[in-house]
């Protein structure tokens, strides 16, 4: 079945320092792509996405591209702040319903 | 500003309990979902429904059952609230069409004691 897989945290980095967090997917036919981030005591906010191969979603300086030849939608920043400390999840949209990764934390120092 | 909301924050329920959580939208969509999210499993979803009266359920449907008598309204009910259920419990809810996100509620954080 389908599946979302994105790399273990905490990710830990110093204020302006360059962000990948990496996500690689499983599915059939041509799925959606997402990245979600939740800040401490909140829900989830849909941060970008990418309906087809080789789109780029961007968001807030975050940006993702839809890898189909490696199956993959790494996010990207090239340089984060304090306040992008949060969790971040990848999704993609099957037939039916959404799939989560796990969650990636991100936490920056000042 | 289009919103999910869940109609508390915080709860506190004892054992044995029935336990009612109330997720509205206001969008119009057609979609509406329950995860839990508990740390290190990230988020499972409980129950879905993709129409007014339908529901299908979702990996750990198991505890929970669901009602949905109106478009914009979506309950989660916890016949008999155990400390297993004791977790986050979100609301999404998506329009069907290919490419949309969900819109996510700000979350209710249950405690069963």
């Known amino acids: 079945g389908d599946s979302v897989t994105q790399m273990e945290g905490p990710v830990t980095l110093s204020e302006e320092a360059f962000l990948t967090i990496n996500c690689t997917y499983t599915?059939?036919?041509?799925?959606?792509l997402f990245w979600y981030v939740q800040y401490p005591g909140e829900g989830l906010q849909l941060l970008l996405k990418a309906t087809k191969a080789d789109d780029k979603g961007s968001n807030k300086g975050f940006e993702a591209t839809y890898r189909k030849e490696t199956t993959s939608f790494h996010l990207e920043k090239g340089s984060v702040q304090v306040s992008d400390s949060a969790v971040y999840f990848c999704?993609?949209?099957?037939?039916?319903?959404?799939?989560f990764g796990t969650g990636t934390r991100l936490k920056v120092l000042a | 500003d289009v919103k999910v909301t869940q109609s508390s924050r915080y709860l506190v329920k004892r054992t044995g309990e029935k336990v009612f959580l109330e997720c509205v939208q206001d969008?119009?969509?057609?979609?509406m979902f329950w995860y839990r999210q508990d740390p290190g499993l990230g988020l499972r979803l409980i129950y879905f429904s993709y129409d007014v009266k339908m529901k299908e359920k979702g990996d750990i449907p198991e505890g929970y059952s669901v009602s949905r008598e109106k478009k914009e309204r979506f309950s989660l009910i916890l016949e008999s609230a155990s400390t297993n259920q004791t977790s986050m419990y979100l609301c999404a809810s998506s329009s069907p069409r290919r490419g949309h996100g969900y819109t996510f509620g700000s979350g209710t954080r249950l405690t069963v004691v």
């Open positions: 999704a993609l949209r099957g037939t039916y319903k959404y799939i």
């Open positions: 969008m119009d969509h057609e979609n």
């Open positions: 599915a059939t036919g041509y799925p959606s």
